[in-house]
């Protein structure tokens, strides 16, 4: 299904501590919103996938070509046809329950 109120930017980046804190920086320093965050280790562990979920904006094309240019990101790929649910449905494929403070 193509949605066009959301991108899913999927980056393969190397795998060390910093990584996340300098992708998601960018993003905040624009002032930029995360919806949907996904990241894990792929093959041997020296690299990752990150799943970013972010809304269609007029900046985006910016951003995407600042994400090529930082070091520890190896590809960047953006996708409309994806399945938004998975963001969605999160806490259910990861069997998380939701508890009160009390």
């Keep these: 299904m193509i949605n066009t109120n ?22 905040a320093r624009r002032a930029f919103n995360l919806d949907g965050i996904l990241c894990a280790q792929v093959g041997d562990g020296k ?18 070509k600042q994400l090529e240019k930082l070091y520890d990101v190896l590809k960047v790929s953006v996708n409309q046809d994806y399945d938004k ?17 009390e």
């Design 47 to 64: 690299t990752s996938k990150m799943f970013l979920l972010v809304k269609n904006d007029s900046t985006l094309d910016q951003i995407i």
């Design 85 to 101: 649910s998975v963001f969605e449905n999160l806490d259910k494929v990861l069997k998380l329950t939701t508890q009160s403070k």
């Design 6 to 27: 959301f991108y899913l930017v999927e980056l393969l980046v190397r795998n060390h501590p910093g990584v996340m804190s300098h992708i998601t920086g960018l993003f």
